[in-house]
């Protein structure tokens, strides 16, 4: 990152701790309600949830910080293969599509309706039904971060693969190319823009499916048993779920940035082959 780059991450840090500082300040000193009381235990100061990371959870016990690291990688983990899995999935369920009408016009309603349906609602069936056959809990975790997932890329892939000039499609048409050299010399590198954006969205996503996934595996390990932990000493502690939530913040953060860097690996140069 470059130093312009650093200096502006730093001042968008000043403004967001301004701005939390000051709606909490002014709130108090008029005394408004709306939407909400604002209060130490409603809204924390910013020092106080940064300080929480020193702080032992139990006397003598480690800071916070620690056990807060072990759960984010944790749910890392189960995050990334859902990802991977979601990404993999979306991405040759659109390659299938883009090359059979028939199938795009009867899969993709059935497709787009599956994300109606809340994750809430999908995560006990998911959990406990693949929990009687066997299945690990965080391997169950890991294919509802997948749900999360494959929806953006297929859907983004999809119109990416399409979106080639048909220019192009005629000149390989010309020489005869198979399927499989128009999809690689062609759609692949024309849907690339599309995917990564596709990537952006599914890369938090897969943070939150996997998170949200813990609750009903039991799973203690990860940041979604941290946030239920904390959660049920609130008022005794807000500063400790604060930055739990900061810690969840930053890993979907970091998923992001990777996907950023990784697209600027692949696509610096896709201009030069896009048609």
């Known amino acids: 990152m470059t130093a312009i780059g650093v200096s502006a991450l730093w001042a968008l840090v000043a403004v967001l701790w301004g701005a939390w500082e000051g709606y909490k300040w002014l709130w108090e000193t008029t005394g408004w309600t709306w939407p909400f009381v604002v209060d130490d235990t409603t809204m924390p100061h910013i020092h106080d949830i940064l ?18 690291l072990d759960a984010a990688w944790f749910t890392a983990k189960e995050a990334l293969a859902g990802f991977v899995l979601g990404a993999v999935f979306g991405f040759a369920l659109a390659v299938v599509l883009v090359h059979s009408r028939l199938l795009e016009r009867g899969l993709l309603p059935y497709v787009v309706a599956s994300q109606t349906v809340p994750i809430l609602a999908i995560a006990p069936m998911v959990v406990i039904g693949l929990g009687s056959k066997g299945v690990e809990g965080w391997k169950a975790v890991s294919i509802l971060a997948a749900y999360l997932t494959f929806f953006p890329v297929a859907i983004n892939s999809l119109r990416g693969l399409k979106s080639a000039d048909p220019r192009a499609f005629e000149l390989l048409d010309s020489y005869a190319a198979s399927r499989w050299s128009v999809l690689w010399r062609l759609r ?55 930055a739990t939530n900061l810690v969840a ?27």
């Open 188 to 242: 692949v590198p024309a849907s690339l823009p599309y995917l990564f954006t596709a990537l952006k969205i599914s890369a938090t996503a897969s943070v939150i499916g996997a998170i949200i996934g813990e609750t009903p595996a039991s799973i203690q390990d990860g940041l979604g048993g941290a946030i239920i932990n904390f959660n049920q000493y609130y008022l005794s502690s807000p500063p400790s779920l604060w």
């Open 51 to 68: 300080n929480a990371f020193g702080e032992p959870i139990t006397a003598g016990g480690p800071a916070l910080i620690h056990p807060l």
């Open 249 to 275: 913040a930053a890993l979907g953060i970091s998923f992001f940035l990777v996907v950023v860097l990784v697209e600027k690996l692949v696509v610096r140069r896709a201009p030069e082959y896009l048609a």
